[in-house]
């Protein structure tokens, strides 16, 4: 395509420079996490080719070592072109090819010159590679940030559970007065959510190290060696400790985007978890005088510029902030699948970017709602207070006067603002019975109780 200026210092050829000036979109580039990945794709790749005799031992020695250093983040200026670019990532896959070569050229020194397609591409297409790139920096980053983020969040959620066990409160359903509840079973329900969101990030990650690697162009393998999938997959689970292995099919594997689009639907069900349990906490928070106030959340910072004294739930607005990009990135990574049309999906770069963004943001908001919110929730005295006031008492009722009579004597108590203790008293039932009927720890628990349906 004739000649390219290509700045003095870089470690890249015209190709790149020329995918630099074709997309002057966005200005964001490939996150650290995708170039990681696709620079160990290239480890793994000379040291199988090595191996199957297609390099020689220093030349792949040479890609191995500049590849190693790519990966380790010594380069990451090298890779200049934005997101918004070849729908296959080709232009980021000959970014790297070229980077990689001239690392390796030099290190080989002399009139040794390593090709940044004949050599560090051997076997590989972008078709394959880039897939496999986005897959495995995702599944990276689930086992590195967001498995550890979540197991912070779950520990802290599962302390807060037993802390609270003793505290009895009223329930709600419909967000109004149901039976009591202990705020510790509450908070065991939120550590189960937790615990739920760990199995579903590990099933994401299982969609994920299935890679589409050795398919190279449309999926059927040409111009890489039989055995090179295999090995190639085999030293990149050795380079990543995951259990990465050949795609099955590889036709279905780059054709379509099957498998990122049910890792981030699991992504999407974990964010939205998160977005129940930290909305919990605020609406518990809600006051601290004239909401409900059974909880105070820990003040992190000054809440208004004109209300001395106002603190804020922000620990939890900044979470539900990203759980809607979390939901937008899920829509972005649903649509790229309109870019799979015949043998490739051409919307990869901006799936990769949107899977990985999901990933990062849900780590580190899960972290931070643990450290700078949960772990310094405290109870306060007013949901115990509240729980004699309840009118829902009257559900421990049911099976001594009937459904009807305990749903009038709640209702009377609505009307007069008395105790359900009281109206029943009135009605003749002994104070030890009552005692026993509406002792609010023993509601908290299975047993024979009143009422005939939900609610």
């Known amino acids: 395509m004739g000649e390219m200026a290509v700045p003095a210092n870089a470690l890249y050829g015209a190709s790149t420079q020329r995918a630099v000036l074709n997309f002057p979109i966005s200005g964001q580039r490939f996150p650290r996490r995708f170039i990681q990945a696709l620079a160990l794709i290239k480890q793994a790749a000379a040291e199988t080719n090595a191996d199957l005799g297609l390099l020689d031992g220093d030349a792949a020695a040479a890609i191995a070592t500049a590849a190693g250093e790519v990966a380790a983040g010594l380069h990451d200026d090298q890779f200049p072109i934005d997101v918004y670019q070849t729908g296959s990532g080709t232009s980021t896959n000959t970014n790297m090819n070229e980077v990689v ?240 049309l015949l043998e490739l999906n051409v919307m990869m770069p901006v799936a990769a970017v949107a899977l990985l963004e999901s990933i990062a943001l849900l780590a580190a908001s899960a972290r931070n709602f643990a450290e700078r919110c949960i772990t310094g929730v405290t109870a306060t005295e007013r949901g115990p207070a509240l729980v004699e006031q309840g009118l829902m008492l009257a559900t421990a009722l049911a099976p001594e006067i009937g459904y009807d009579a305990a749903a009038a004597l709640a209702k009377e108590a609505l009307k007069t603002g008395r105790t359900i203790r009281e109206l029943a008293t009135e009605r003749g039932i002994a104070a030890d019975r009552l005692d026993e009927l509406l002792d609010p720890a023993s509601m908290t628990e299975p047993g024979l109780g009143g009422g005939t349906g939900g609610g």
């Open 101 to 340: 070569a001239n690392l390796a050229s030099t290190r080989l020194g002399g009139n040794r010159r390593v090709h940044p397609n004949d050599d560090v591409n051997k076997c590989q297409s972008s078709n394959d590679a880039i897939p496999t790139a986005m897959q495995l920096a995702a599944a990276m980053a689930i086992e590195e940030d967001l498995v550890p983020g979540l197991e912070t969040l779950r520990g802290a959620l599962d302390a807060k559970a037993e802390e609270f066990w003793p505290i009895v409160k009223t329930g709600r359903t419909h967000l109004q007065d149901a039976t009591p509840i202990r705020l510790g079973q509450e908070f065991r329900g939120y550590a189960g959510q937790l615990e739920e969101s760990i199995r579903r990030a590990r099933s994401a990650q299982d969609e994920l190290v299935i890679v589409p690697l050795g398919g190279t162009a449309v999926g059927t393998g040409i111009n890489a060696h039989p055995g090179y999938a295999v090995a190639a997959s085999a030293r990149l689970a050795v380079l990543t400790g995951l259990d990465v292995h050949e795609a099955p099919n590889h036709f279905h594997a780059q054709a379509s985007l099957d498998a990122v689009i049910a890792a981030h639907g699991a992504l999407r069900t974990i964010g939205l978890s998160l977005w129940k349990i930290a909305s919990d906490v605020r609406l518990m928070g809600m006051g601290p005088r004239a909401g409900i106030g059974e909880l105070a959340l820990p003040e992190t910072q000054p809440g208004s510029s004109i209300m001395p004294g106002k603190v804020n739930p922000v620990i939890v607005e900044s979470l539900t902030m990203v759980v809607a990009r979390v939901l937008g990135n899920d829509a972005t990574v649903g649509f790229a699948q309109t870019g799979s």
